[in-house]
C-alpha cells in the first residue's frame, strides 16, 4: 500500500501544483456524476410514485387547469433531475483547460532551466515532465467524464421522456 501511495505522490509531484488542481476537478465531476446516478435510481424513484399518484386520484385531467397542473408536476420532476447536470458540463469543459495550464507552466520550467543551464537537458526534463502530465490527465479525466455524462444524460432524458408520456389527459 505504501508503494501505491508513493507512486501517486511522485506522480503529481511531476506533474506540478496544476495536477492537483485537475485532481480535485475531477474528483468533484465524478462525485457529482455518482450522485446524480444515485438519485436517479433511488429519490427519483420516489418522486415520480408520488406525482402518478397525485395525478391518477385527481378527478378531472382534461380542462386547461389540469393541463397546467400535468405541467407543473412534470417540470418540478425535471428540475430535480437536472441538477448539477450543467455543473458536471462545465467541469468536463474545464479539465482540458486546467490541462493546458499545466502545459504553460511546464513549459515556463522548460524556459528557466534552459535559461539558468544553458539548455542542459535534464534540468529541462521536469519542466517537460510538468507540461506533458497534466495535459494527459486533463484529457483522461475529460475523456472518463464526456463517457459518463453521455450516458446519464441519456438517461435523464428517457426518464423526462417517461413523465412526458405517463400523465396523460385522457380522462
Known sequence: MDVIFTAIRSFLEAGGD????IAIATF???ALIFERFWF????HKH???KVLSYWEGRPERTSWNAHM???RLISEVNVKLNANM???KTLISLLPLLGLLGTVTGM???FEAMNYTGGNARSMAAGVSAATIPTMSGMV???SGVLANTFLASKVQSESDYMEDTLTMDH
Open 18 to 21: 496544476v495536477l492537483y488542481l
Open 28 to 30: 468533484c465531476m465524478w
Open 40 to 43: 436517479i435510481n433511488t429519490e
Open 47 to 49: 418522486d415520480v410514485g
Open 69 to 71: 397542473i400535468r405541467l
Open 86 to 88: 450543467d455543473f458536471i
Open 108 to 110: 515556463v520550467q522548460v
Open 141 to 143: 479525466a475529460t475523456l
